[in-house]
């Protein structure tokens, strides 16, 4: 059983014949608290550094699911005009691993109100491993799995990040570079790394105050915007859907969040109508000496609530005002 799981993973990572059919970044409901993972343009945005870390472990029971760790920092330089940030991404899935470290830097334009406008660029380099003996394979001829990879990628992204106190939207693609994953293999079946893009939005508004605040947001994920233009013709039709994360979520009292988000998916270009993914639920709280401790949990509403009883994300973050040395209110974004 787990082999098999295993080997269904990898199918699903790596995509089939000609076409890519899964995203393959790894899925945060807690999106909004780790949005340098994305999008480097939102470094130094919070106006004062702020750290944080998140795991997530996705298909609770089910061997080989996805499960993730991140850690963030960024911060403004002196001026506000320009934040820099780094990111450590780890995501392991069945018997793959990759390991990504990018430095961001944004350059943030004053707009007058309040209002900013953040371009953002980040490179690093990531390795990617993959260890195909782990796999109970049916055909063990298959080249394919000749060799298990182990790469070194670098990487270079880029994004736009505007925002006013109440209101913020953002477009980026962290991984502009694609690379073909597998190592002197010749056959018609392609691992390849994929361009994703991501475009968020979102809101506050007082409902009661500054002691009680709702906050809408959205998070669109996309393989493959630009894929008709692409030089080999096998990936002109990506068949990976466009997935969308909608969340609401109520600040109490500058100190206490509590959330509910959905995720689903748009029909791909020669795919059938994709289902309903999850229904989630999270909460994060502010203590006073400026850590943020928060946790998310996911119900699938997929056949996939039948073998697991969901996903799970914890984090903790520091969020601090490093000119003045006293912690802050924290910002609604």
């Keep these: 059983m787990r082999n098999s799981i295993y080997a269904l993973l990898t199918i699903l990572f790596c995509g089939s014949v000609f076409t890519i059919q899964a995203q393959q970044d790894a899925m945060f409901t807690k999106y909004m608290f780790n949005s340098l993972v994305y999008n480097p343009a939102y470094a130094g945005s919070n106006d004062h550094m702020a750290i944080g870390v998140l795991h997530r472990t996705q298909w609770v029971s089910v061997p080989g699911a996805p499960s993730t760790q991140t850690l963030t920092a960024h911060t403004p330089l002196r001026g506000d005009r320009v934040g820099v940030g780094i990111s450590l991404v780890n995501d392991k899935i069945g018997p793959t691993n990759t390991v990504g470290l990018n430095i961001a830097y944004a350059y943030r334009i004053p707009l007058g ?24 394979l049916e055909n063990v001829t298959d080249p394919s799995f000749d060799a298990s990879p182990n790469l070194f990628l670098p990487n270079f992204g ?8 109440r209101f913020y939207a953002g477009f980026a693609s962290p991984h502009l570079v694609e690379y073909d994953l597998r190592e002197n293999i010749q056959t018609s079946i392609y691992a390849r790394q994929a361009r994703h893009y991501y475009f968020s939005v979102g809101g506050a508004v007082n409902l009661n105050g500054d002691a009680l605040v709702f906050k809408p947001s959205a998070l669109i994920k996309n393989v493959g915007l630009f894929a008709f233009a692409d030089k080999q013709a096998e990936f002109e039709n990506i068949g990976a859907p466009t997935e969308f994360d909608i969340d609401l979520s109520f600040l109490f009292q500058q100190t206490f969040w509590v959330g509910a988000s959905f995720r689903s998916a748009i029909e791909a270009f020669g795919t059938p109508t994709s289902s309903f993914d ?29 073998v697991t009883a969901g996903s799970f994300e914890v984090m903790l973050g520091y969020e601090f005002n490093y000119r003045t040395k006293k912690i802050v209110t924290p910002r609604y974004f």
């Design 278 to 306: 999850s229904g989630d639920i999270w909460v994060s709280w502010f203590l006073s000496n400026g850590l943020r401790v928060g946790a998310a949990y996911d119900y699938p509403l997929t056949e996939l609530n039948t």
């Design 158 to 165: 880029a994004g736009i990040y505007f925002q006013t106190p």
């Design 113 to 136: 109100g309040n209002r900013k406008l953040a371009v953002g660029l980040q490179g690093g380099l990531e390795n990617y491993q993959a260890n195909w003996d782990q796999l109970d």
